[in-house]
């Protein structure tokens, strides 16, 4: 009976839309006709581009051409992984070529802005008159010192007990 795990598992897989992502510098395992060749494909490819020559050199052209055959494989694997890499760097490029253009255009609209508003003074978000306080620094709404607040409850009692009046008159009635 089948494990319903390894079910689940590839089941979520799309080996279709897989990436090239970095072939360039992956290890490859290659089983060539005389055994593994491991390495970059740039590596392999440096390798059976050899043995191809030692084959020709011995006179061996069957061995000759598969050992070509497993070099121009890696060749068209790495090829396409370059061509990949080159499309995904151009387009960061061009994404990077967007942005940069963006940000010139919202800087060149604010300094526009600036500068109309700099000969109307009622535009202008900044103060005539700058004020400096006595340690040489200048005073922001920040660090000016908050008003304090009046409490509005009832008048606090005095050492006595009794409530305070509003001086020696006697409360009023009302008429």
Known sequence: MRS???????????????????????????SGPEGKVRGTPQQIIDKYNQLTRDAQL???????????????????????????QEARR???????????????????????????????????????VVEVSESGLVETPESAPKPKRRRSRKPAADEGGAQPTGGDEAPQAAE
């Open 4 to 30: 319903s795990k390894s079910r689940s598992r590839s089941k979520n897989r799309n080996n279709n839309n897989r990436s090239m992502g970095n072939i360039i510098n992956r290890v490859f395992d290659s």
């Open 58 to 84: 011995s006179g061996d052209r069957v061995a000759a051409e598969n050992f070509a055959q497993h070099a121009e494989h890696y060749t068209r694997l790495l090829g396409e992984a370059q061509k990949e």
């Open 90 to 128: 151009e387009e960061q490029e061009r994404q990077n070529r967007e942005r940069q253009a963006e940000r010139d255009r919202e800087r060149a609209e604010r300094q526009e802005r600036e500068s109309n508003s700099v000969g109307d003074p009622a535009q202008s978000d900044q103060p005539d």
